[in-house]
């Protein structure tokens, strides 16, 4: 503050003192506005302590305060301690006990975002949509999200019985997992009628170090042939942002990737791509559903943006925030919501989400049709987008599309167990190879 009072010329220094009383009062109001509603909490809280109809502790207290009102905020920010913090560092290292599900409360109910790919979830045919019910015969409804999660998580090799509605089905069904240890691998590739399919589980630290050993490795693979590349996004729930930077960076030769703004119009921060697109401008499809959000948003976002891929599946989740992890004390965190991001054309995804260039439904998914699809604008509190620009669009998918009628069934006959994946490769392959680069000879 000296610094800046130096820099001010003498004439804007006296408009300045001018202002003090002005500023002094609002703030001499505003103080007194949050002193009476203090002394409202500590009355309740006096109550709440004195008269309860069991003794309780100061500490429960003040963390239902706290957790009271970080819920009345937004889905994504909360408070973390003890057993809860633990539990928020090994989702983010990415290690721990447990089935592999991304999972939300919705009126007291425990409702599955995505099962994340190669996990015991997964293998046993969990979907995005799914309520979780009861866990081993015990009814979870009212639960809260970190006593549901709690409860799901444990020592690897034991087995749980998950109760599962399935919207669609006359039933609940009972599914016996066994947990293991959760050791997520972010990036898988192969290499697939010589098109490199990458597949993005989550952004964890080695997510944007990872994809690009796998655009080096599709290179030697195909001796450098390789006619384009899927980078598969589906069900992944997201993670680091330096990593969603680092990813998009590497497909893209320059400009921006994201923005985030936060509470005041200066609180603008820009990422930028550096040159360089390890991909060598080949196509590029990006495969998105339901459960893509957040980091995996954000990639898809900046390369539909830069024209630079081809975005098919379904419209993404939408969680256009961004959440900070502030560690309050050896054992606490608080996980707060501190600004949005926007895509470089300056779309908030929030609530929104990304819509694909091409609309191609699951159809390998018998259960596809009847499912709804949980997005962040069904979440309760969600923050509401600040600005959305419509999308242009490859195609509208608004009527039936006759290329997309068959059924699961049809297609296992064909041994197509992943029609998007599959419809994906189809449309690669039929863009062409890539232009061959003749040597020069000289005639004798």
Do not use: C
């Amino acid at each position: 503050m000296q610094r800046l009072a130096k820099l001010l010329p003498p004439l804007a220094l006296v408009g300045a003192l001018a202002m003090i009383p002005v500023a002094t009062t609002a703030m001499a109001a505003a103080e007194t506005d949050t002193q009476k509603e203090l002394e409202t909490f500590f009355s309740v809280f006096e109550r709440v302590r004195a008269n309860y109809v069991d003794k309780v502790d100061d500490h429960t207290l003040i963390k239902g305060a706290i957790d009271g009102m970080l819920a009345a905020l937004d889905p994504h920010s909360s408070y973390a301690e003890a057993a809860d913090f633990t539990q928020l560092k090994t989702t983010t290292d990415g290690n721990y006990g447990g089935l592999g599900l991304t999972v939300s409360t919705e009126d007291g109910a425990v409702k599955v975002i995505a099962p994340t790919e190669d996990t015991p979830a997964d293998r046993a045919g969990i979907k995005a949509g799914d309520y979780i019910t009861h866990i081993d015969g015990e009814f979870l409804y009212g639960f809260t999200l970190d006593e549901a999660v709690e409860k799901m998580r444990g020592k690897p090799g034991t087995t749980i019985k998950l109760t599962i509605v399935r919207p669609g089905r006359d039933k609940p069904f009972d599914v016996s997992i066994t947990r293991e240890r959760i050791e997520l691998k972010p990036v898988k590739w192969e290499v697939k009628d010589n098109v490199g399919v990458i597949n993005i589980n989550g952004f964890s630290a080695q997510t944007g170090a990872l994809t690009r050993e796998a655009l080096v490795g599709i290179d030697k693979a195909t001796g450098g042939r390789a006619l384009g590349y899927i980078v598969d996004l589906r069900s992944n729930p997201g993670g680091l942002l330096d990593q969603a930077i680092e990813v998009s960076d590497a497909f893209l030769e320059q400009g921006e990737i994201v923005s985030e703004r936060g509470r005041e119009a200066s609180d603008i921060e820009r990422f930028y791509a550096k040159p360089g697109d390890l991909a060598k401008g080949k196509p590029v499809i990006v495969l998105v559903d339901a459960g893509s959000a957040s980091a995996a948003e954000i990639v898809a976002g900046a390369l539909q943006d830069h024209r630079r891929a081809i975005v098919m599946g379904e419209r993404s989740f939408g969680k256009g925030s961004v959440q900070s992890v502030i560690q309050t004390g050896p054992q606490s965190a608080l996980r707060l919501t501190t600004a949005r991001y926007y895509t470089p054309s300056g779309r908030s995804v929030q609530a929104g989400g990304i819509d694909p260039d091409l609309a191609v439904p699951q159809l390998s998914d018998e259960d596809y049709k009847s499912r709804p699809k949980l997005r962040e604008a069904d979440l309760r509190r969600h923050l509401v987008s600040q600005a959305k620009i419509k999308d242009e669009v490859l195609e509208d998918d608004s009527t039936p599309d006759p290329r997309f009628t068959a059924t699961a069934a049809e297609l296992e006959k064909k041994g197509v167990k992943d029609y998007q994946l599959d419809y994906a490769l189809k449309t690669l392959k039929r863009l062409g190879p890539p232009p061959v680069q003749l040597a020069k000879t000289a005639s004798r």
